[in-house]
């Protein structure tokens, strides 16, 4: 078995979409003062690996809390635009996956769809019921066209619109 870890470090100040809050790591209690130690992140729900809830872009979508857990694992495939693809299973793209592709993912009826997606396929795929990973790191490791399974478990938060996830592919040798 081969863990491949698809997640982005969170650490303060690293790189966030324009007009997100700033990502802040603070150490509040050390060992040698308090005998342990604790860190305060600030951060928003969008920030690094993470999963967008349908709510987070439509109007009465559900949100992070109410999405069943079941939701955010399965069998999955990293893909190329032009190649097979697998009904029913998770799909992730390194090359921009655009509107050309919409209807064709829509078809292939996957649980959630990550990696290089336009902001128009996340929205579409969200209205449509369809779970989207953003920020996925490390792609490149994952074989073409071969199944594995994907866990990326988000943050129970409340009324949430989205959540940092550790994103992580298991392949079977």
């Given amino acids: 078995m081969r863990v491949i870890d698809l997640s982005e470090m969170i650490m303060d100040g690293m790189t966030v979409y324009?007009?997100?809050?700033?990502?802040?790591?603070?150490?509040?209690?050390?060992?040698e003062e308090h005998t342990w130690e604790l860190r305060q992140l600030t951060l928003g729900t969008h920030t690094g690996t993470h999963v967008d809830a349908f709510s987070h872009m439509h109007q009465g979508g559900k949100s992070i809390d109410e999405i069943p857990v079941e939701r955010f694992f399965g069998t999955a495939q990293l893909v190329k635009l032009h190649s097979e693809w697998p009904v029913r299973q998770g799909l992730f793209f390194i090359e921009e996956c655009g509107m050309e592709q919409f209807e064709r993912i829509k078809q292939a009826n996957p649980p959630f769809v990550g990696g290089n997606l336009t902001e128009a396929v996340e929205r579409n795929l969200l209205a449509i019921g369809i779970l989207t990973y953003t920020n996925l790191v490390n792609l490149e490791l994952l074989p073409y066209g071969r199944s594995f399974m994907f866990y990326g478990f988000p943050l129970k938060i409340r009324h949430g619109d989205g959540s940092p996830v550790r994103a992580v592919a298991i392949l079977d040798h």
């Fill in 18 to 31: 324009p007009g997100d809050p700033e990502v802040k790591v603070e150490v509040v209690h050390t060992r």
